[in-house]
């Protein structure tokens, strides 16, 4: 009698199989949104905006509709997306800071002239729209995409607290919606004129640094 064997297939780990998917996942994205740059940089950024199309993103980035509706609900949520983007990596380098024991200030003035760097490279009125739409209450009612900006001031403040260089009695939600405030209002100003990337990262650091000198541990005493 024959035996006939079934071929060998090498067949991928789970867990491979899931790193490779969430890396295909990210590139769609990533895909998605310098596509929808492209096309909105292409003359004045706002009637480009707005004649744009989810269908026009989708073709430009080499995907179907359907794959555009998986990883965004419409185009508004890839101006979103640009600054969850910003907003995680400041939250990536305030806990990289901190596991390196970095003052607080120090890494204040790191973290925002990281994040005014990542705002530049993008178009002003990019910026602007981004910044206005997480900044101002949702016409639906509906909270901003996660994660929030005041999500990593809260993170940076927890870091100030803990290394005894922030008032213990200061409340952390208040004090990260004052530094959010301060925050997008300068990175408003900047896409909505014509101040320089400088002044956007200068600005940013003496604001982030005023409040934070203002509810230092010295206000314990």
């Known amino acids: 009698m024959v035996s006939v064997m079934a071929p060998d297939r090498t067949r991928t780990p789970p867990r491979q199989r899931a790193t490779l998917v969430n890396t295909r996942s ?3 994205r990533l895909a998605l949104t310098r596509a929808a740059l492209r096309l909105w940089s292409e003359g004045d950024f706002d009637a480009a905006y707005e004649a744009s199309t989810v269908a026009d993103i989708a073709q430009a980035a080499g995907v ?3 794959t555009f509706y998986f990883h965004f609900a419409n185009k508004e949520a ?8 910003t907003i995680q990596a400041m939250i990536d380098q305030v806990e990289a800071g901190a596991a390196q024991g970095v003052p607080l200030r120090s890494l204040s003035e790191q973290v925002m002239a990281s994040m005014a760097r990542r705002v530049v490279r993008t178009p002003r009125a990019a910026a602007l729209r981004a910044g206005s739409l997480g900044f101002a209450a949702r016409p639906d009612g509906s909270t901003p995409a996660s ?3 005041s999500v990593a001031f809260e993170t940076l403040l927890r870091y100030g607290k803990e290394r005894d260089e922030l008032s213990t009695r200061i409340d952390e939600e ?3 919606a004052m530094l959010t405030a301060v925050t997008m209002e300068a990175i408003i100003r900047w896409g909505a004129g014509d101040r320089s990337a400088s002044w956007l990262g200068q600005t940013l650091r003496d604001r982030v640094t005023v409040i934070l000198r203002g509810i230092s541990d010295s206000d314990d005493s």
């Open 64 to 66: 179907t509709r359907g």
């Open 147 to 149: 994660p929030r900006l």
């Open 174 to 176: 208040e004090a990260a």
């Open 26 to 28: 990210r590139e769609t």
């Open 78 to 85: 890839i101006l979103i997306e640009l600054g969850s983007a």
